[in-house]
């Protein structure tokens, strides 16, 4: 499969612990994009990474959150102390630069927090 | 600053006959538009996109939006609705200025319900 791959897909945790999700874009795009979205609404950007560089990041991505792509190719999305506010899915998308490019998302990381 | 607006949040329609959603956007720059389609408990599929060639984009499944710069309009159509049609559509906007990183952003969605 040359899709983005993200995991898990569905993750339940207690109110205050720590989950992380990793995302694994197409190969060669080195453009990776988080978004959340939550039930009812369109999904949200949180942040982006070219290559290695984190280049932008939502205030909706509190101090809780913690993006990183290490080596320019996965990524993972960290929240601390999680809320039940946190419950979303979390969707990672990948491209290739230039004007136009489509983004091609994966299948969502769903949280719960309980 | 980019947005999308999607007029209709639920859209109810009869297998075999037309579709009709609404998009209007507002971008800083040149825009790319693109519609995408969320089945339940899915990922989003691209449907088609808009990036300045011809204002008539033609998708998958059917489908087809039109991009009206004088109305800041990108409208999703199908001339027949079929029952896998039933999902959740998304207008997005992509602001293609070199600052902007290409990012998406989404409008809030429309329903698409499909009776028999």
């Known amino acids: 499969d040359t899709g983005v791959s993200q995991n898990p897909r569905h993750k339940i945790t207690k109110r205050g612990q720590n989950v992380t999700f990793r995302c694994d874009p197409i190969?060669?795009?080195?453009?990776l994009y988080w978004y959340r979205q939550t039930l009812g609404q369109g999904p949200e950007f949180l942040t982006y990474f070219q290559n290695e560089a984190q280049l932008e990041k939502s205030r909706l991505l509190s101090d809780r959150f913690s993006a990183e792509r290490p080596k320019g190719s996965f990524s993972t999305l960290e929240i601390q102390r999680t809320e039940q506010g946190d419950s979303a899915m979390y969707l990672c998308a990948s491209r290739r630069p230039g004007a136009g490019n489509t983004i091609y998302f994966g299948e969502g990381s769903w949280l719960t927090v309980v | 600053a980019q947005s999308v607006t999607q007029l209709d949040s639920h859209v109810s329609v009869s297998e075999g006959t037309p579709v009709l959603l609404r998009c209007n956007y507002s971008s800083s720059y040149s825009p790319s538009l693109f519609w995408y389609v969320q089945h339940p408990n899915k990922g989003l599929q691209l449907l088609l996109k808009y990036t300045s060639a011809a204002t008539l984009v033609k998708g998958i499944n059917g489908f087809e939006a039109e991009f009206k710069k004088s109305e800041t309009s990108f409208h999703l159509t199908k001339p027949s609705a079929h029952m896998s049609d039933a999902a959740e559509y998304f207008c997005?906007?992509?602001?293609?200025?070199?600052?902007?990183?290409?990012?998406?952003?989404f409008g809030g969605g429309t329903r698409v319900l499909v009776k028999p």
């Open positions: 997005v906007v992509s602001d293609d200025g070199k600052a902007a990183g290409n990012k998406l952003t």
């Open positions: 190969s060669e795009h080195n453009r």
